[in-house]
């Protein structure tokens, strides 16, 4: 199965990936993961380090709806999307976007 995660690097998102790659999941075992992330002040790869080499990397926008066209959504049969920031007045400070329920409609 394709999994889409988006926000793997947060803290929700690579635990989820990191048990789901360890066999965490019974049945999911091997799952072909793809991570889009942003990498904003929350996001950081070495999160994904335990299971590093078993997922492929992109960092993006999910609200980037050109990426998304272009392959990375499309070719996913399922999509967990734990992309949010946490700390909801950090993320809109810091990035000042107002981003994922954009972003997820297009997802
Ligand atoms: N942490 C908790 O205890 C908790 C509890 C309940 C719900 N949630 C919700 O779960 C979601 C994730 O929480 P978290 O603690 O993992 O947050 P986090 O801030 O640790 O991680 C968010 C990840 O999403 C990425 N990201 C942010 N905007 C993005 C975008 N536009 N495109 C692509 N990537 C983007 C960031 O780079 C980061 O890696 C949030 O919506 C949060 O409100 C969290």
Request: glycine letters at 12%; hydrophobic letters at 40%; one cysteine or more.
């Amino acid at each position: 199965m394709r999994i889409l995660v988006t926000g793997a690097a947060g803290f929700i998102g690579s635990h989820y990936v990191r048990t789901l790659l360890s066999g965490g999941y019974p049945g999911y075992e091997d799952a072909e993961v793809t991570v889009l992330d942003k990498l904003t002040y929350a996001g950081n790869l070495a999160n994904l380090d335990p299971v590093a080499g078993r997922f492929s990397f992109t960092r993006g926008d999910i609200c980037d709806a050109a990426l998304l066209a272009d392959g990375v959504a499309a070719a996913q049969e399922v999509i967990v999307s734990p992309d949010a920031g946490a700390n909801v007045k950090v993320t809109l400070r810091r990035d000042s976007v107002p981003q994922p329920p954009s972003g997820r409609k297009m997802l």
